[in-house]
């Protein structure tokens, strides 16, 4: 059984982190897995919200958002319809806490970073896509934050982590790795991994779209996105060195 | 180590489920997990939204919320706010989802089922409760479908499953089962299991809510979470019996 | 002529009053009138809003609401539309503003507190039952906060007076004390009394629902409604015993 | 002891109703109740809402604003803050029910009436002026449609009964009629009464502002109001002669 | 070629100024330009909001609003919709703009001046009138804090230039002056022309309605707009002597 | 005087439009005039929303966004906010008109064309470079129906002009052209001209920012911005070509 793409199961699409995308954020990533394109940006600003003042700690979030037409049919716009829909929040939700166990507030001083993932194009795979970007996006905004002195300890203490994201899934019976949209609406199980450059997981969420899956198949599924996220987290490397 | 209430790790809290707790609802039930307490409700209404007309299915939807002071600290209404967050569609969403994995669309016919999940009390693992109860309240809407012979199949084949949640957790390094809010709070990962009655996984969320997590301590996680269903689908089976 | 459920014009239905139903709150009342069984909770907090603060009163707010599936037919949640009802508006604004009544601010000192009373089920004068209930909340909750030295005078004096509240109304040409739903969408008019222990009015509200009424039917309705506080205080005072 | 406008307890402000204030409305009334103006318009539509449709019954709602700047100070536009408040809401609702009990909707036939009350300017009772004003417009309203046989049935039948309102209460233990703004902050009780053109009630809405009433209290307010609309009822007559 | 009210292309409707109608604002104008009608109040808050406060600068804003039957047809409050839409927040952005080109806002001192337009009948030139109003409206409140010592230099400083406005545009190829609705939804140009009393642009709109304008057809509108606004200029100083 | 990036008063900045940016829409263009990068999509839905279905005429409508971070500093989200800011509006409104004035609706046909403009990064005229983008967006769109004969009449009849923007501004006196940010902050007076192909004006906006103009200073500003529109007019036919 072959992909529509040709690739094998186990394969990731192309996948190309671009920095410094656009010029005003602190970090700035346009991140492509295959034709999923999302322009991660790291917004960083001094102080934290008030509540939070005195404490010490940095503060850090995400939004996620897709453009109208960044599908293959137009959606409306969520500030048209004056509110934001359960599936915006949930993936703004899982990128925030995937990001927060890669930094340490207090190494972070009192600074805060907004990581705003935006779909240009959706093909499948929009959120771990987001994660894997707004990580470099991230990076990148550690670094300029240390190269104004403005951090309370070293930027590898403040980024003590990296981690990457991958989606798996289970189509006609075989696991896949990092499926397309043509793949994941047919996906009997669909599973987003969230791992560290360590290989620990982060977060794992596994849905039965149409039915249910049994340990074998969550095993083979979580083998291979532990794998597809040691190669992504190569990839953020490259991208940085 | 001991839990705070004196449980063993693999131990559910006193589990109730009442069913006809209140008067209106096609399917009504207050299920207890320990000092957790939520309302679920099961609305029939003949007929499906517009876009789904002479589909021959069914449909069903979720909707999940809390009380104000539902948990120990006042929370502002949803509805005074104007908005929903985040947590909440994220929770209604998991609901749904879980819930639609029982049933038959085809076989439900073109009836609409909302359930109402409203959390009374809150001690931790309402979300898991609401799964737990909701199933109840939706076989008892099935039965009352089937009654007035408005399905277009056996309740049997319109419910071809059952569902059952529990959360897990570890807590200074020990998995356990079921966490209260004392333990929710300090749990090193966080994790929601719902399983079929039997034993297949519907849904896996797992979160390392301060810090990250190997296989082994994901291994351990699920072992505990399918004991605990699968105790569930027995109290659930005998609040039906 | 007699009434759905024999009760002779006069009566009200069962009343019961709970304390302490749920765990967290300062107080917490489950009330039932027959069929109708409203949540009331009374949540403390230290200190008065921003523009309060330093006048050395307190402050009281209320807020009404009803579960989706609280009524025959289910209907949609407030919080999924994003705004409040007129008619959930008018009955908050109607509970906060008899509540008030009962307390003195200055005795009360800089403390917050926020009726909530959330309809569980509804069959006919949730506004009333709330009222009834709510002011046994607020009574644990001045008593929780004499109890810990942050009243500004003694209890009686913050809390001077009580209130109670029931509907009557005329149905087919005879007045009737606490109509059920059934009475209550045949009434021609419908009136809401809250009147003091002492017997003395703090509301009145009066509607030719369909049609109009006279002053002899308005002094018949008047009469019921003070017997019926009167009796619903005694039933307070015994709660509270 | 006399009124700040040197008024008898029993009297009126100078009450002026204009009626085509403004040209496009069916029905358009300035009525002024001392320094209290408001706009009353009635918009006719073909046609019933959607849900109505084919019952033969007209339909008619009202909707109560205040400018910003009526008030002495200035309020934010709710169509700013993006929702009503729950004293508009109030309004809203009591005018509407207030004009309901004017019309005969099978006599109206499949027509829309939308009564718009916008106050202008603001010294006390601008409910109780928008109920009197509001009745003429939507007199005007009906002739337009009866001039055009839009009607099911004579004007006579579909606009069978005449109302008007106006606020009583009690200042430093005096009953007074038609309370300005400086009396109404004031006030001891308030009470707005509204009442047909033969004298019967279709609304009585008292409460106890800054403490409670007794029975004589409440008979008394009950005697002005009721004068108060007779004299109210007459202007109208005129101003429709 | 005639005009529907037999003016000549060059020629103003009717123009009223009436300060003082309304008895709270601190300025308060209503302005008719033939059947438009507009309420215009200034009302004037001591200090300036948070962000700005301790820079010594005023700070003014303005706000649109039509009456929901000012016009021919009843249109939805923007307060029931829930949002404000974009004609009237078009609208609030150019009177906002055109009246702080009138003020110096070091002379003004830390003070709020809001202008309130408020369409209470619309034939064409809403906007425009709403200008040349709130100018009145405007020098009236300075006026009223020269009178209390609360500007930081003398009014003339304070405002120090006077604006008005007027539309303009191409019917059936004739420029005409004042265009009232009739001639504004048959204009193939419409354009807005705010002039300062010296002759000077503020803002200039024009807009091809239905089709495209040239240089020429630009030029002949510019020169009726600016005849048109230094007639108003007039008009407002008469109603200020 | 020289301008920040060296150009001449009457240069425009590099204006890239790249066609085909994004893979789903009907028309897709990245437009950038120096740092400003807008990306901007056609959507074509067949159909026409209900109350224009059966006229024969066809529907096109746009909407205007920033991301959060194509500006210096990091703005919230409109979705976020829960409502549309009026610049936004304002732009959004402005797009449409310039478009509509291009398309003959009749020979459209009965098809929606949703365009779409999305600011990427924005350094000054984001509007302009919007129009002028959407424009190729809407000529693809065009083609695409074209190719699939669902059009009325000729492609050339449906889109019978092309329409291209640019701003000018006067900066320490001197006019310019196509202004950058740094550029648009400081300006006296900023104008938006909207030409067609053949030089006629389509819109033209002027605003006396910090000050006012007088009639020399408009004229030369529309001398500059009818020659940059024809320089954009021969760019939107080279990427067509």
Not at 177 to 192: K, R
Request: aromatic share 4%; glycine share 10%.
């Amino acid at each position: 059984m072959s992909r529509p793409d040709g690739r094998t199961a186990a394969a990731l699409r192309p996948v190309n982190i671009t920095r410094g995308w656009s010029r005003h954020p602190e970090g700035s990533v346009l991140v492509e897995f295959g034709d999923t394109r999302v322009l991660c940006t790291a917004s960083v600003t001094d102080g934290v919200p008030r509540w939070r003042r005195g404490s010490g700690l940095g503060w850090i979030t995400a939004e996620y958002s897709m453009l109208p037409r960044a599908t293959n049919t137009r959606s409306d716009r969520e500030s048209v319809k004056g509110k934001i829909g359960g599936r915006t929040h949930e993936i703004s939700r899982l990128i925030g806490r995937s990001l927060r166990a890669c930094l340490d507030l207090k190494a972070l001083g009192e600074n805060s970073i907004v990581l705003d993932c935006d779909v240009l194009q959706a093909d499948g795979g929009t959120r771990t896509a987001a994660i894997t970007g707004a990580y470099v996006a991230l990076a990148d905004a550690v670094d300029w934050l240390a190269a104004r002195h403005k951090l309370a300890a070293s930027p590898a203490k403040a980024l003590h982590r990296s981690v990457a994201a991958v989606s798996v899934g289970i189509i006609k019976g075989e696991p896949r790795l990092d499926l397309s949209y043509a793949e994941d609406v047919n996906a009997e199980v669909d599973m987003n991994i969230v791992c560290t450059g360590a290989g620990e997981f982060v977060e794992v969420q596994g849905t039965g779209e149409d039915g249910v899956f049994d340990r074998d198949q969550l095993n083979a599924l979580l083998d291979l996105g532990v794998l597809g996220c040691a190669e992504l987290t190569e990839i953020q490397k490259k991208s940085r060195a």
